[in-house]
């Protein structure tokens, strides 16, 4: 099992820039798949971006692809969500999730955290 922590959320002006971090504790964190995923209010949770186990294979959702960086130090246990001119339409709850390396891509994310908040202001 693994247990993530996100942090880095809060109030930015559009157009500007945010770090998410999230920390992982628990089983080999090289064992997972890791991944940022997003709900706004009303809305069903969708993908934002993710790392394959070395973290030299990103994906990216089409919505913020060019904008947003993921990267994970697995040294540090820790992913990272850069977020760069941000837009309203980003404001939503980030939670960081985790799944065996060996999973699929369509496969869905066993471990998840409890999110943290992220707020664009026009």
């Known amino acids: 099992q693994v247990q993530l922590v996100e942090s880095g959320g809060g109030l930015v002006q559009a157009g500007g820039s945010l770090r998410l971090s999230c920390v992982a504790s628990g089983h080999t964190f090289t064992a997972y798949t890791l991944g940022w995923f997003r709900q706004a209010p009303g809305k069903e949770r969708e993908f934002v971006a993710a790392t394959d186990w070395s973290g030299a294979v990103p994906y990216y959702a089409d919505s913020i692809k060019g904008r947003f960086t993921i990267s994970r130090d697995n040294a540090k246990k820790t992913v990272a969500l850069q977020m760069n001119k941000v837009k309203p339409e980003d404001t939503a709850v980030y939670y960081c999730?985790?799944?065996?390396?060996?999973?699929?891509?369509?496969?869905?994310?066993?471990?998840w955290g409890v999110g943290t908040q992220v707020t664009v202001s026009s």
């Open positions: 999730a985790a799944k065996p390396r060996y999973y699929d891509q369509d496969q869905p994310y066993d471990y």
